[in-house]
Each structure stands twice: as C-alpha cells, then as structure tokens.
C-alpha cells in the first residue's frame, strides 16, 4: 500500500505485491491456518486491496472477495480470538475497499454490523488512564485512516523507526504522515524478508522466551536444554546491551527477567525499575485492552528477589498481585487465565509444585491460548503431545518407586509402629516435589525412605517415647557401626535404629560408586546431629524450658526438622560430581542451614497454639517471651510477623545462593536446597498439612490419577 516517494502510482515495495500474487491459497485467503479464523480473514482483506490499490491480480482479488464472503461469519463471532483493536482495523479496511470500487459479497447488515462493532470500541471506556487509550488509539491507528491525526501517533515511535513493532501501523504511517524513519523500518524488512513481512517485528526475543516458559510449563523443558541455554545467552547478551525489544515490552521485559535469573544468569533489578509504580501498568494498552498477561509476567518477575533491599521488586509484587486480585473479582476474564491467576496467587513461586502445575497447564493447554496484541499467536500442538507422553510415562515411573517405597516400608518392619506416622504415599509425593525429573529416581526414593524415617524418629522424640528411649536412640546412632556395645532399651527403638542403619548403608553403597569414595561417614554424623537437636528439644519440653534467645533455640532446631539426613543423602545421586570440599565448603553448609531454617520457622508458625498447649519451645514462644518467660497475645503476634520477616529473608538467600553463577556447589545441588525450601513452604501452608486430605488428593493427582484431557 505505501507508494513509491514522487510516483503515487507505483508500489514502494512491488516484491511484496509479487508475494500477494504467488501466495494465494487454493481456498481464496491469504496465510497459514488449519481453521479460519479472524486472521486470516484480516490478512485476506488487506491483500485484496493491496492487490485493487496497484490494478493488479483481477482474479485473486475475485477469490479473496468470495472467501471473505464465506466466512464473514467468523467476523461477527464475538467468541473467537481476536487481535487487539480488529473491529478496528477490520472494518477500517473494508471502507477503504468500499471506497475503491470492491464489493464484498455479503448482505448490507452484516456490513452495518460490523461498522456498528466498530462505533461501539471507538467509543467505549475501557481499562487504565487516559493515556492508556491514547496509546490504544495509536495501536490501532491503521484502521482509523487519513482523517485520525498522525501527530498524536508518532510519540509511539520506536528507535527502530517502527510503531509498536509492526509492520502495518508502521506502514500507514508512512503512508499518512510521510515518516522517513518509518520509511526505513520498512525497507530494512523487505531487504531482510523480501515480499513476506512478518506481523510482528521484532519479535523474536518474546517468541523464543514464550517458547522457553510455555516447555518449562509442561513439564518438557529438560528434553530442549541445548535450545533453551541459546535462548537464554541470547536473551542475556540483549539484557546488558539495554536493547529496546525486551526493555520497551512490558511482558517481554519481566519474562526475561525471570527466566534469566532463575537459569543463573547475573542480572540486577535495575531493568525492572520502570514498573515499580502502577501508573506503568494503567497508562499502559494492556491495561485498556484488559490484557492480564503482562500483570501476571510482572508478579511473577516479582518474586525471584534475593534480597529484602531489592525495593523495585517489592514495589512491583504489591501493585501486581492487588491489581490481580481485583482482576479475579470482576469475573470478566476466561476460565483458563482465572486457573493461571488463581494458582499464582496462592502458590508464590517459594511454593509451587511443579508436577501438579505441569499436569495442569497439559489438561488445560490449548493451540490458540498464547496471543500477541497484533495476532493470534499459537502455541505449537506438538509440545502437547510430548508432554503427554513425557508425563504418562513419568507417571508410570514414579508409580513403580512408590510401590518400591511401599515394600521398603514392610521389609524394615515400620508399619509396625503404631505410633508414627508412616505414610508412604504422601513422603513420596515430597521426594517428587523437588525431585520430578524422572531420570533422578535413585535420588527420589532415598529422600522418600528418609522422609519416612525422620518423620517416624521425630513422633517418637515429639511425646511417644520415653526418655529412656530417646538416649537410647541417639547413642545408638552415634556408635552407628559398633551399636551393638550399646544394645537397644525396646523394640520400637531397635526397629527405628535398624532401619536407618540399614537405609542409609545402602543409600551409601550406591553413591560410593557414583562418587568414586565413601560418604558413610558423612551420612552417619547427619542422622547424629539430627536426633541430637530432636533430643534437646526433649529435654526442653520436658522441663518446660524456653531457649532464653533465638541463636539458643536454633542450635538445636535448626537440626530436629532433620533435612540433614534427607537433602545431602539425595545431593549426592543426582549424577554429577559432589566433591568433599563442596560438601564441607561454607556455601553448602549455608545452602543447609537455610532450607532447615525455612522448613522450621514456617513449622513453628503456623503450629504455635498446638505447640504452646503442650509445652513445647517455638521460635514464636522464644521470641514472644524474650527470656522473661511470661508472653502476652500483642506479644505473640508481634513474634510471628519477625519469625515471618525472618522465613522471607532466609528464603531471598536462599533463592540467590541456589541461582547464581560461579558458585562452589554445582547448580543441581543448590537448587536441591532450595527446592527444600519449597517443599516445607507448601507442606506447612497449613497445620498438619503434612496429613491432611488437600495433600492426599495432591499426591494422588500427581502420582496415581491420569490425566483428563479436554
């Protein structure tokens, strides 16, 4: 449509009409789709009078006109995706088709109705602020013509010389406003493109990290590591060169920010700091079109923060999620995008659970669920098919362990504790959690049988046994190979000790050989410094003794929560090389501490009423009581907000030390830590949660039930 500068009457770009010509489909239209859609309907149209504007291709113009005409239903299906502002452009085109002598074969009031659509968005309010629909007026520009006024468009303009990053609008504007810059944005796409341009351009960068989140989303993404560490290094290299295609999209910006820093690249917030205040968001056409996805990019961006310092990233989680919040109670949004919102919200990425998010986003993914603004962008079919096969066949896998666990269980004689909580199913379920990738299977049933094992020691440490039993488990530990000088005081201790003796001998069989040296030793001081905190806490409870200080009360809580016999056991078969100074390095000791500290803060907090009727220390009775012994209810709540500002400071370590680059530690390991993190953040959103239903169904949904597809 733009004309040659100084002949009105010849095409600036003839190779793109050339295109037209050789690219007309058997049906009539223009473009790829495997169902009309609205489109392919707006691509048809504008090639029509492309082709009318330039007296040329008679006979496909003829074609196009009836394949409108045909589907002209499609326009009016108000159900259908739509690209932002079509009722716009749409009918923009057919006035300048009806102004050219083309009659598109259709009754009038069809016609009538879609002019009628047309006066209804110009006119209607939609979300944010005044400059909201002032840039959702430019957006839509090419559909409004010669009589809008170009002068309120240009402000829109990109260092590039395009508007919005498309060819169309980019287009009119050369040829309404005779926009050199514009003129060169276009020249420089036919050069790289020849006659076919694409919708969107650039847009390469937000393709390729939708791709990279939508394989992370499903489950899929280990099966394209090598393609995804190339989208990253090149997302990263267009990070720290400012380039205007990530920093100018809101959505592109905060997905970027994401996936880098949660694949270890080291990028600061600063990138960020242009969505800090809300204004970013309702000035914004996302906020006019009502589009969520950018506000729901920008929450989630939010919360890969390693510091309580990072103000941009706590700005940005406070507007996003009230805004979010607000979006859910209009009910005006798809079912899907209230699921995906919903889930956010209540699952923050320190507790998420990657399997059951996997299984759903497969049972409610659709190929037309992923939209650009210009188009509808879909999503390829393929991945689905994939992460079925992948999560069926994972499924079947974790189903074998579990029945592997269960005989484990029987074997070691543990059902026969009357007293503990031996739940097989729901230790696994934790073992899956951060532990999904189906290759990592000896890794997951060692933290499935330590998961049982420490939760049954803690029943008989937390009232069930004797203190006569509880010394006798703990020197029987510490003796670990000559634990036959001690004995055992009763049969439910020497069902425990033999049990962990024997679980952890094999545990350390197998990793002997996978790390070419013996870390038995290691394994065996764990499990010692694990009961020896459960013991102190005993003897505390049955003295009625509170820690007189945090540091006192953690010196033995840090190690009864008992993730030292399960996370380091695990770390060591996850298939790469952990090396003893990795293991004994101050990092890897922190990375420990920490997941313990959040595991048992987040115990102590929401367990408090049912720990102080029993008379049990809690890191909420220590700081309430302040070493004075007498507590007030101000006191109490006081206490839980710092044990709390303590969970979120341990957890932005925690998040930073596993992700960042360069470290002692290998990556897998790290993130094993943080994934334990995770795993207590979920489990103990609730009391007890631990045994509850929610949890049974959960593991259930993960593990037993299949998959119900849409």
Not at 294 to 315: G, W
Request: include cysteine.
């Amino acid at each position: 449509m733009v004309p040659l500068r100084g002949f009105p009457h010849a095409p600036c770009y003839p190779q793109c009409v050339q295109w037209i010509l050789d690219n007309q489909q058997p049906d009539g239209s223009w473009g790829q789709s495997a169902q009309v859609n609205k489109d392919i309907l707006l691509s048809t149209l504008a090639c029509v009078v492309a082709l009318k504007r330039w007296n040329t291709g008679p006979n496909h113009i003829r074609r196009g006109l009836r394949f409108i005409g045909r589907n002209f239903s499609v326009v009016m299906d108000g159900q259908s995706v739509s690209p932002v502002g079509f009722n716009i452009t749409f009918s923009g085109l057919l006035k300048l088709a009806s102004e050219m002598g083309l009659e598109i074969p259709v009754i009038k009031t069809d016609i009538d109705g879609i002019f009628y659509l047309r006066e209804i968005e110009l006119a209607r309010d939609g979300g944010g602020t005044v400059a909201a629909r002032k840039a959702f007026m430019a957006y839509v520009s090419e559909g409004l013509g010669r009589r809008h006024d170009w002068n309120l468009v240009m402000p829109y303009q990109r260092n590039n010389g395009s508007l919005f990053n498309s060819p169309s609008t980019t287009a009119a504007a050369a040829i309404y406003s005779c926009n050199d810059r514009a003129l060169d944005y276009l020249g420089s796409l036919t050069s790289k493109f020849g006659g076919s341009v694409p919708v969107i351009y650039p847009d390469n960068v937000y393709s390729q990290l939708c791709m990279v989140n939508t394989l992370e989303k499903m489950g899929i993404s280990s099966d394209f590591a090598s393609e995804i560490q190339d989208i990253l290094d090149m997302t990263y290299s267009c990070w720290m060169q400012n380039e205007e295609e990530i920093m100018s999209d809101m959505a592109t910006c905060a997905k970027a920010f994401r996936l880098l820093r949660m694949n270890g690249y080291d990028i600061t917030s600063d990138g960020m700091g242009q969505f800090a205040e809300q204004s970013c968001y309702d000035d914004s056409i996302h906020a006019y079109v009502n589009d969520i996805q950018p506000l729901l990019e920008l929450y989630r961006s939010s919360q890969v923060r390693f510091s309580e310092d990072d103000l941009i990233l706590e700005k940005i989680g406070s507007w996003s999620a009230k805004l979010l919040k607000q979006q859910l109670s209009t009910r005006k949004i798809s079912k899907p995008l209230v699921q995906e919102i919903e889930y956010a919200l209540e699952f923050p990425i320190f507790a998420t659970v990657e399997p059951l998010e996997h299984k759903g986003n497969i049972e409610r993914f659709k190929t037309n669920s992923f939209q650009l603004l210009k188009s509808g962008h879909c999503a390829n079919p393929e991945i689905l098919s994939l992460a079925i096969d992948k999560f069926g066949s994972t499924q079947s896998i974790f189903q074998q362990e579990l029945q592997e666990v269960n005989r484990w269980v029987k074997e070691h004689r543990l059902d026969e504790l009357k007293f503990a909580r031996i739940l097989p199913l729901h230790a696994y379920f934790c073992a899956v959690v951060p532990l999904f990738p189906p290759e990592l299977s000896a890794a997951r049933v060692a933290w499935s049988q330590n998961a049982v094992l420490t939760t049954a020691v803690d029943d008989l440490f937390d009232g069930e046994g004797s203190m006569e039993e509880l010394r006798n488990l703990v020197e029987v530990i510490e003796k670990w190979d000559n634990h036959a000088e001690v004995g055992f005081v009763s049969e439910r201790v020497e069902i425990l000790f033999k049990a962990v003796y024997n679980t952890t001998r094999g545990i350390g069989a197998v990793t002997a050989q996978l790390q070419n040296r013996s870390v038995m030793d290691h394994l065996a001081e764990l499990w010692a410094m694990a009961v020896r905190g459960m013991l102190t806490e005993a003897e505390w409870r049955m003295s009625k003794y509170i820690p007189a200080t945090m540091e006192e009360y953690m010196s033995a809580a840090e190690y009864s929560f008992a993730y030292g016999p399960i996370i380091p056991a695990s770390a060591y078969l996850l298939g790469e090389p952990l090396p003893e100074e990795a293991v004994r390095s101050e990092e890897y000791t922190r990375l420990l501490q920490l997941a313990s500290t959040v595991g048992r803060l987040i115990n102590d907090a929401v367990g408090v009423e049912r720990e102080m009727r029993v008379g049990k220390p809690n890191s909420v009775v220590v700081q309430a009581a302040g070493g004075c012994g007498a507590m007030s209810l101000a006191a109490v709540e006081a206490a839980k907000e710092e044990v709390r500002r303590a969970i979120r400071a341990a957890r932005w370590e925690l998040q930073r030390l596993a992700f960042r680059d360069g470290a002692v530690v290998p990556r897998r390991c790290r993130e094993l830590s943080w994934h334990g993190g995770k795993v207590a953040s979920f489990f103990y959103r609730e009391e007890d949660a631990y045994t509850n239903e929610t949890m049974w169904t959960m593991a259930n949904a993960v593990i037993v039930d299949p998959l119900q597809l849409q």
